[in-house]
Structures are given as structure tokens and as C-alpha cells.
């Protein structure tokens, strides 16, 4: 006898799908270790340059401060130099006599600094080196004896020989006595001094002299 019910209940065969390709699905290969070291060598050439330059930039950061440091102090010492000077103003109360002497300056209203002064006639060195030594004197009147004239003398001390460093004269025109005329003889060089020096103006008349603030000067300074 044949079983018709389990017959019945099995399921319909499925036909083949025709002309539908199925996909093939290929393995990928796995990178050797000979091929990472190109990319190895790369990463560590980068690394390598970045330490490079870093460091580079540590130099120069360091040498170019350095610099700038050396030129400051080198400006510093330059101006510290400067700093020995003199720029004397005349002494308008100062005795006018009618005969040659040593100019007075106002010491109230002169600059002095490491230059000492003896009998507000004389500046005094302090520190010996070079200096740049000028004067100018106006004279308001003519001579009829001599020439306008003024002079810069040098002394080691208070009693020692006075020699001229500098001179320098003008003329006034005498044509017309009504005018007033004025000349300025005005002198100016770099000179050796030690210390212990000392340098005054003379003039071979007193009462000639403009003693003005501006028209009559006498300074240094130490180069």
C-alpha cells in the first residue's frame, strides 16, 4: 500500500534559475613585510627632518639673541662713554676788565658730569682718553691793538705750564661805528687728555666778549 499523505506534503521541486551568474568573491592578499618599508622609511625621514629643524630653529633663536644682546651692551657702552661731558655757559656776572684773562662759566646753569672744574675757570679731567675739545667766543667790539682772538690752553695742574691747544680769531668791519657788528671765533678738535688736566678759554680782552648764553660756549666730550 502506498503512503499518499507524506507523498502529498512534501514540497514542489524548485527549476533552476537560468542565465543569473553567481558572485565570486576573491581573497584579498595579505601586504608582505617587504612592501611597509618604503612607508616605514618615510614616516621616519619625516620625524627626522621635523628634529632637524626644530633644533635648527633652538640655534638661531639662541645665536640671534646673542646678537641683539651684543649690540645692546655694545650701544650701552657707547653711551655710557657720552656720558663724560662738559657744555659750560658763560658767566654774564663775570668782572669785564679791559685786559686779556681766563673766561668764567656759570656753573648753575652749565652741564658737567665726571669733569670737575677748579676756580670756575678751569674744567679738570677725570678720566684720561679722548676727547672732543670746542669753543666758541663772540666778540661784540673791535681792538685796535691786536686781533680777536681766543685761545684754548692745556695745564697738567694747578701750577703747571699752560700750553695753546686751540685757537681761533675774527674781524669786525669798521666803516660804519654806528651798527653794531659782532664775529665769533670758533675752534673745535679731538684731543688726548689724562687725567688730572685742565683746559680754560682765554681771550686777550675781557670787555670785548659777548657774554651771551648762546654766543660764548666751551665743552667737551669723551669719545
Known amino acids: 500500500m502506498i503512503n ?6 512534501a514540497p514542489p521541486p524548485v527549476p533552476p534559475r537560468l542565465n543569473r551568474s553567481h558572485p565570486v568573491l576573491i581573497p584579498t592578499p595579505l601586504p608582505s613585510p617587504g612592501h611597509s618599508k618604503p612607508l616605514i622609511r618615510f614616516l621616519v625621514g619625516v620625524v627626522v627632518l621635523h628634529l632637524l629643524l626644530s633644533v635648527g630653529g633652538f640655534i638661531y633663536l639662541y645665536y640671534n639673541d646673542k646678537m641683539v644682546k651684543t649690540a645692546f651692551s655694545s650701544s650701552e657702552e657707547q653711551r655710557s662713554a657720552y656720558k663724560t661731558l662738559a657744555g659750560m655757559v658763560v658767566d654774564s656776572k663775570a668782572p669785564k676788565k679791559s685786559s ?3 673766561l668764567m662759566w656759570d656753573m648753575d646753569h652749565s652741564i658737567r658730569r665726571n669733569i670737575n672744574y677748579y676756580h670756575k675757570s678751569w674744567l679738570t679731567i677725570l678720566q684720561s682718553g679722548e676727547y672732543y675739545v670746542y669753543s666758541t667766543v663772540t666778540f661784540t667790539k673791535s681792538d685796535l691793538m691786536a686781533p680777536l682772538a681766543s685761545r684754548v690752553k692745556l695745564r697738567k695742574d694747578e701750577k703747571g705750564e699752560e700750553k695753546t691747544v686751540m685757537q681761533a680769531s675774527c674781524s669786525l ?3 660804519k661805528e654806528s651798527i653794531p657788528q659782532l664775529c665769533t671765533a670758533t675752534h673745535g678738535r679731538v684731543v688726548t687728555l689724562e687725567k688730572g688736566d685742565q683746559l680754560s678759554v682765554w681771550v686777550q680782552n675781557l670787555s670785548l666778549v659777548d657774554y651771551d648764553d648762546i654766543a660764548t660756549t666751551f665743552g667737551m666730550y669723551k669719545l
Request: avoid cysteine; hydrophobic fraction near 15%.
Open 100 to 102: 686779556a684773562g681766563y
Open 173 to 175: 668791519h669798521r666803516e
Open 4 to 9: 499518499t499523505y507524506q507523498t502529498s506534503l
